[in-house]
């Protein structure tokens, strides 16, 4: 089964919180005006594992500016996609989010938004991927930009994406790469460190895919 075509693998109910293991759904352009939010991924989990749903999270950190930002929309825009990014986990997994090492856990936030968008997953698995597989000591912008104009001529959706939204979903890439602990600040590719436990549960449970690239 290519997980690839697939929009919803499997829901469940555990407790509280119903889970749906999401595997890349359509190209979108929001990863553009999303941040890596790991702090802002912690606090939602939290609220997740306490049995609020999105919405009651939504009016929670927004009464009380839980993420410390400056409007109400941004407020909600990171409840709702950490909501969304998070939600791919089981209970198990989040609990264990939360009490992990930094470095897996920053892992697992990365791995969550692989899961949610499509062309991120296809960029780091043909791009990314081939780079640790080359022995190449840095990530290329240049192989990013051959990437994105190869994908604007060969899909139509994104060919009619700006030039604009273009250039911040490829900063987007660097951005989230950086913050996971994949790269350094000069793009030079790191070695990083999963909980092994932690590591075999996320393959165990159809992540597999995701650990191959990153690990």
Request: charged fraction near 30%.
């Amino acid at each position: 089964m290519n997980y690839l075509t697939l929009v919803n693998l499997k829901s469940y109910k555990q407790h509280k919180i119903t889970y749906k293991i999401k595997i890349i759904m359509t190209y979108k352009t929001t990863i553009s005006n999303t941040s890596f939010w790991y702090n802002e991924s912690q606090k939602t989990v939290k609220f997740m594992l306490d049995g609020l749903s999105k919405t009651e999270i939504n009016t929670i950190t927004t009464d009380e500016n839980i993420y410390q930002v400056n409007s109400i929309n941004r407020s909600k825009r990171i409840a709702n996609v950490t909501y969304n990014r998070m939600s791919v986990y089981t209970e198990d997994l989040l609990e264990k989010f939360t009490k992990t090492d930094v470095s897996t856990s920053k892992i697992m936030v990365l791995i969550s938004i692989l899961s949610t968008d499509k062309l991120f997953y296809e960029y780091m698995n043909e791009v990314f991927k081939e780079h640790k597989l080359l022995g190449d000591k840095q990530v290329s912008r240049r192989e990013l930009d051959k990437f994105m104009e190869h994908k604007r001529i060969e899909n139509e959706k994104i060919a009619k994406w700006s030039d604009n939204v273009v250039g911040r979903i490829k900063r987007s890439y660097f951005t989230f790469i950086r913050d996971s602990g994949l790269i350094d600040e000069n793009n030079n590719i790191k070695e990083v460190y999963i909980d092994y436990e932690i590591q075999k549960q996320l393959e165990n449970e159809g992540f597999k895919q995701f650990t191959e690239i990153i690990l």
